[in-house]
C-alpha cells in the first residue's frame, strides 16, 4: 500500500518528499558605472581593484543569491546617473551621497558603505595654509576653487561664499592647477588620492591639512523600486557590515 503525505506537512513539505529543490527567484537589478571616477569603477584597471563601489556591488549579489545586476557594461557620467535615477530607468546605484534634492527623486538604503573626507589639494611649493571655508572663500576671490562637475560637495562651499569652477575630472582639475589656473582643488579624498599619488605628477602635488567635511557614501534606490527588493539589497549590506567585508574594501582604497 502506498501511503500518500498528510496535509498538514504544506507545499514545503510535500516538495522535499517528492525530492523538488525549491528554485531560487531570479531578480535583475538595473545599474550603469559612473564615468570617470575610477575609485569607485575602474573598467580599465587591473582585475583585482575594480573600483570600490563594483567591488561592493559584486560583494552584494554574492551575499543576495539570485540578484543580477544589469547595465553594467555602460559607463556615464554622474549627472546621467542622476537622471536615469530620477526617471526610474535604473533600480540602483552604488555609491551616491545623499542631499536634501536628491532625496526628492529617489531613496538611499540605511546602511552607509563608506566615508568620505571633504579635502583639497594644492601645488606642493604653495606653503598657504586653508583650515575654514571662510579661508577657502578669501582665496577663492582670487582664483576660483575647483570641484569636479556635479558633485553634492558643493553644498558646503556654496553657502560659504567660496567662488566655484566645476571640472569634468580630477585628472583635468590637477592639469589646471600645475598650470596655475587654479589655485585649489576641492573635492574626496580617495578619488584625489589616486591622482596626486600617481608616479607620472612627480609629487608636484599635496592635500591640505584639513579635513572639512566627512560623509557616507549609500547605495540609491530609485523611488518606486519594490519593498521586497529594497529589502534583499538592505539585508545583504547589512550582512556584509557585520562581518567586516565593507570594512576591508575601504581600507583597500584608503
Same mark, same amino acid.
Given at each position: 500500500?502506498?501511503?500518500?503525505?498528510?496535509?498538514?506537512?504544506?507545499? +514545503?513539505?510535500?516538495?522535499?518528499? %517528492?525530492?523538488?529543490?525549491?528554485?531560487?527567484?531570479?531578480?535583475?537589478?538595473?545599474?550603469?558605472?559612473?564615468?570617470?571616477?575610477?575609485?569607485?569603477?575602474?573598467? +580599465?584597471?587591473?582585475?583585482?581593484?575594480?573600483?570600490?563601489?563594483?567591488?561592493?556591488?559584486?560583494?552584494?549579489?554574492?551575499?543576495?543569491? +539570485?540578484?543580477?545586476?544589469?547595465?553594467?557594461?555602460?559607463?556615464?557620467?554622474?549627472?546621467?546617473?542622476?537622471? %536615469?535615477?530620477?526617471?526610474?530607468?535604473?533600480?540602483?546605484?552604488?555609491?551616491?551621497?545623499?542631499?536634501?534634492?536628491?532625496?526628492?527623486?529617489?531613496?538611499?538604503?540605511?546602511?552607509?558603505?563608506?566615508?568620505?573626507?571633504?579635502?583639497?589639494?594644492?601645488?606642493?611649493?604653495?606653503?598657504?595654509?586653508?583650515?575654514?571655508?571662510?579661508?577657502?572663500?578669501?582665496?577663492?576671490?582670487?582664483?576660483?576653487?575647483?570641484?569636479?562637475?556635479?558633485?553634492?560637495?558643493?553644498?558646503? %562651499?556654496?553657502?560659504?561664499?567660496?567662488?566655484?569652477?566645476?571640472?569634468?575630472?580630477?585628472?583635468?582639475?590637477?592639469?589646471?592647477?600645475?598650470? +596655475?589656473?587654479?589655485?585649489?582643488?576641492?573635492?574626496?579624498?580617495?578619488?584625489?588620492?589616486?591622482?596626486?599619488?600617481?608616479?607620472?605628477?612627480?609629487?608636484?602635488?599635496?592635500?591640505?591639512?584639513?579635513?572639512?567635511?566627512?560623509?557616507?557614501?549609500?547605495?540609491?534606490?530609485?523611488?518606486? %523600486?519594490?519593498?521586497?527588493?529594497?529589502?534583499?539589497?538592505?539585508?545583504?549590506?547589512?550582512?556584509?557590515?557585520?562581518?567586516?567585508?565593507?570594512?576591508?574594501?575601504?581600507?583597500?582604497?584608503?
Amino acid at each position: 500500500m502506498v501511503h500518500r503525505p498528510q496535509a498538514r506537512y504544506g507545499l +514545503g513539505a510535500l516538495a522535499v518528499w %517528492l525530492g523538488l529543490a525549491t528554485p531560487v527567484l531570479a531578480l535583475d537589478v538595473r545599474t550603469v558605472q559612473q564615468a570617470s571616477a575610477s575609485v569607485k569603477y575602474d573598467a +580599465g584597471g587591473p582585475p583585482d581593484r575594480p573600483g570600490l563601489c563594483m567591488e561592493i556591488l559584486r560583494a552584494v549579489a554574492k551575499a543576495a543569491p +539570485g540578484l543580477t545586476f544589469t547595465g553594467l557594461d555602460e559607463q556615464v557620467p554622474l549627472k546621467r546617473v542622476e537622471r %536615469l535615477l530620477a526617471e526610474g530607468r535604473i533600480d540602483a546605484f552604488f555609491c551616491l551621497l545623499k542631499s536634501p534634492e536628491r532625496e526628492k527623486h529617489w531613496r538611499y538604503a540605511p546602511v552607509p558603505l563608506y566615508v568620505i573626507r571633504h579635502v583639497v589639494v594644492q601645488r606642493a611649493d604653495d606653503a598657504r595654509q586653508v583650515r575654514t571655508l571662510q579661508d577657502l572663500a578669501t582665496t577663492s576671490r582670487r582664483k576660483p576653487v575647483l570641484i569636479m562637475r556635479g558633485t553634492a560637495l558643493a553644498r558646503p %562651499l556654496v553657502a560659504a561664499g567660496v567662488a566655484l569652477a566645476e571640472v569634468g575630472s580630477e585628472r583635468e582639475a590637477l592639469d589646471m592647477l600645475r598650470i +596655475g589656473r587654479a589655485d585649489f582643488v576641492y573635492g574626496q579624498d580617495l578619488q584625489l588620492r589616486r591622482h596626486v599619488n600617481d608616479p607620472r605628477q612627480h609629487g608636484g602635488f599635496r592635500f591640505g591639512g584639513t579635513i572639512f567635511q566627512e560623509e557616507p557614501q549609500y547605495l540609491a534606490l530609485r523611488a518606486g %523600486l519594490p519593498a521586497s527588493l529594497e529589502e534583499k539589497l538592505t539585508d545583504a549590506l547589512r550582512r556584509l557590515e557585520r562581518d567586516g567585508t565593507l570594512r576591508q574594501l575601504i581600507d583597500k582604497y584608503r
